[in-house]
């Protein structure tokens, strides 16, 4: 069953920073999960494994069947509103086209923009294409205006996305998607859109920041914050980790635990992803994991034994001298459907080769504990207790 997406509320604190109430559905994977749909799953998840051993990290960072947070922009003069996903993993904004084919059921069954009725609307016309786990999304570049709340970032280049290949765009609840990485991995070099906030003097730091909210069922599902941070989300202290890339949100980990068993040894690299809501290792480091807490896999995905959460060891991630526990709770994510609950490991196999891998990628499962900052200006991704 898929269930409607919510809606973004948004609230301006001030001149500069702008503070989005972002709202938690469940993601196509969960869906799929639920339904007992694993053939499904196992298709998807076999055509990632091949692109990303063609060098196609960029298909990990948008694993898009795992997206679980949402919230709304504006583009186009009156404003045309678009589901998107805040995702750090990628560096582009692209939603459906009014010009798509009509046999696009991906597309027809969402939210398009219609260049006819924006008064801002600029052609490009640059071709676009994204390669994700099932084929590839293409298009072509527009500009026009983009609202976010009170905040009109003027002449943004983003992509209409023409073709959107398979299922998961499909059952997708977002229309569209909004990159936060770093410009030098935007397709075709156009410009993010929090970048062209900071150049066009819309918010006071170059920083924004993610509060994802875990708790089953919760009224409020997180809050992405532009301009700055909320304290009323975090506690303590920061840890702050160098980016290693300007590209990803790269950062070096120090180690990892889950139990007794050592992982990361010697440290490795890892990406703060907001795209997608599991976490995702080297195939024999997550082999590990999974023989620790008996995961069952299933055509892709790894089952636990609900009952046996309580028993299962702590994963540590230690990131510049300070250790980040997630606990079984946090690392198991529970799924039900007419009465039936199943229970996936928050975690899955990707391997990656060099020299862009091997990578740690750092979901949703991180970022629900832990309040994450994105500074752009000095470089850096910082993390603290969320509150």
């Given at each position: 069953?898929?269930?409607?997406?919510?809606?973004?509320?948004?609230?301006?604190?001030?001149?500069?920073?702008?503070?989005?109430?972002?709202?938690?559905?469940?993601?196509?994977?969960?869906?799929?999960?639920?339904?007992?749909?694993?053939?499904?799953?196992?298709?998807?998840?076999?055509?990632?494994?091949?692109?990303?051993?063609?060098?196609?990290?960029?298909?990990?960072?948008?694993?898009?069947?795992?997206?679980?947070?949402?919230?709304?922009?504006g583009i186009g003069t009156p404003p045309q509103m678009f589901r998107?996903?805040?995702?750090?993993?990628?560096?582009?904004?692209?939603?459906?086209?009014?010009?798509?084919?009509?046999?696009?059921?991906?597309?027809?069954?969402?939210?398009?923009?219609?260049?006819?009725?924006?008064?801002?609307?600029?052609?490009?016309?640059?071709?676009?294409?994204?390669?994700?786990?099932?084929?590839?999304?293409?298009?072509?570049?527009?500009?026009?205006?983009?609202?976010?709340?009170?905040?009109?970032?003027?002449?943004?280049?983003?992509?209409?996305?023409?073709?959107?290949?398979?299922?998961?765009?499909?059952?997708?609840?977002?229309?569209?998607?909004?990159?936060?990485?770093?410009?030098?991995?935007?397709?075709?070099?156009?410009?993010?859109?929090?970048?062209?906030?900071?150049?066009?003097?819309?918010?006071?730091?170059?920083?924004?920041?993610?509060?994802?909210?875990?708790?089953?069922?919760?009224?409020?599902?997180?809050?992405?914050?532009?301009?700055?941070?909320?304290?009323?989300?975090?506690?303590?202290n920061f840890t702050w980790a160098p980016v290693t890339l300007s590209?990803?949100?790269?950062?070096?980990?120090?180690?990892?635990?889950?139990?007794?068993?050592?992982?990361?040894?010697?440290?490795?690299?890892?990406?703060?992803?907001?795209?997608?809501?599991?976490?995702?290792?080297?195939?024999?480091?997550?082999?590990?994991?999974?023989?620790?807490?008996?995961?069952?896999?299933?055509?892709?995905?790894?089952?636990?034994?609900?009952?046996?959460?309580?028993?299962?060891?702590?994963?540590?991630?230690?990131?510049?001298?300070?250790?980040?526990?997630?606990?079984?709770?946090?690392?198991?994510?529970?799924?039900?459907?007419?009465?039936?609950?199943?229970?996936?490991?928050?975690?899955?196999?990707?391997?990656?080769?060099?020299?862009?891998?091997?990578?740690?990628?750092?979901?949703?499962?991180?970022?629900?504990?832990?309040?994450?900052?994105?500074?752009?200006?000095?470089?850096?991704?910082?993390?603290?207790?969320?509150?």
């Open positions: 069953m898929i269930r409607a997406v919510s809606v973004l509320l948004l609230v301006s604190l001030a001149s500069g920073l702008v503070r989005f109430q972002l709202k938690k559905t469940r993601s196509v994977m969960e869906d799929l999960v639920a339904s007992m749909s694993f053939e499904e799953i196992k298709t998807l998840k076999e055509h990632t494994r091949k692109q990303a051993l063609k060098g196609k990290t960029d298909i990990v960072l948008k694993d898009v069947m795992n997206a679980q947070y949402f919230g709304e922009v998107v996903i805040f995702d750090t993993g990628s560096s582009n904004l692209w939603v459906p086209s009014q010009h798509c084919g009509i046999l696009n059921i991906a597309c027809r069954t969402h939210r398009r923009y219609k260049d006819s009725h924006s008064s801002t609307f600029q052609k490009n016309g640059t071709s676009f294409s994204i390669q994700y786990g099932t084929g590839s999304l293409t298009g072509y570049i527009s500009k026009d205006n983009v609202k976010m709340g009170d905040m009109t970032i003027k002449g943004q280049l983003f992509a209409e996305a023409i073709n959107e290949p398979g299922y998961t765009f499909v059952a997708a609840k977002f229309d569209g998607i909004l990159g936060m990485g770093f410009p030098t991995i935007a397709v075709t070099g156009a410009v993010p859109v929090f970048n062209n906030m900071i150049d066009q003097g819309l918010v006071d730091e170059p920083v924004f920041a993610f509060w994802l909210n875990r708790k089953v069922d919760a009224a409020a599902g997180g809050e992405l914050t532009l301009g700055g941070m909320d304290p009323d989300h975090y506690t303590g590209a990803y949100w790269e950062f070096r980990v120090d180690g990892m635990m889950f139990g007794a068993e050592p992982l990361c040894s010697g440290g490795c690299n890892a990406i703060a992803d907001t795209g997608t809501s599991l976490m995702t290792g080297p195939t024999d480091e997550v082999a590990k994991i999974y023989k620790a807490v008996g995961a069952t896999p299933v055509s892709g995905v790894a089952i636990v034994d609900c009952n046996k959460i309580s028993t299962l060891p702590t994963f540590t991630i230690t990131i510049g001298g300070t250790k980040f526990p997630l606990t079984a709770d946090q690392y198991v994510l529970k799924v039900t459907e007419l009465g039936q609950t199943q229970c996936l490991l928050g975690m899955t196999g990707m391997d990656i080769p060099a020299p862009a891998g091997p990578l740690w990628i750092l979901g949703d499962v991180f970022h629900g504990p832990y309040y994450t900052v994105y500074d752009m200006g000095n470089k850096r991704v910082g993390f603290a207790n969320a509150a």
